[in-house]
Nanobody, 118 residues
Framework: QVQLVESGGGLVQPGGSLRLSCAASGSIFSIYVMGWYRQTPGKQRDLVAAITVSGSTNYLDSVKGRFTISRDNAKNTVYLQMNSLKPEDTAVYYC????????????WGQGTQVTVSS
């Protein structure tokens, strides 16, 4: 049984920072791409940032220069450092990973709320 467990969300003032973490556990042979998505009520879930096993990254245009994604392959963990947060970054953030277990499939975390407000 593979699980993704997220942590690090919360309430922060505009201009502040948060760091999200997502740890994968279970019967894992390898993990390809890991990423963070976000979703607000009534809207689709959008990719915020993704990172390959070799460290290549891509970002949503609106977060470039403010957010940094990284991963620790030894710990099967992905991070999202979010700086200079804006109210429009408010959303539920979901971790996603392409995991090779007994099959190869996408897994999702439970979601963590990020609220940027004064």
């Amino acid at each position: 049984q593979v699980q993704l467990v997220e942590s690090g969300g919360g309430l922060v003032q505009p201009g502040g920072s948060l760091r999200l973490s997502c740890a994968a556990s279970g019967s894992i042979f390898s993990i390809y791409v890991m990423g963070w998505y976000r979703q607000t009520p009534g809207k689709q879930r959008d990719l915020v940032a993704a990172i390959t096993v070799s460290g290549s990254t891509n970002y949503l245009d609106s977060v470039k220069g403010r957010f940094t994604i990284s991963r620790d392959n030894a710990k099967n963990t992905v991070y999202l450092q979010m700086n200079s947060l804006k109210p429009e970054d408010t959303a539920v953030y979901y971790c996603n990973a392409q995991i090779v277990s007994f099959t190869v499939r996408d897994y999702w975390g439970q979601g963590t709320q990020v609220t940027v407000s004064s």
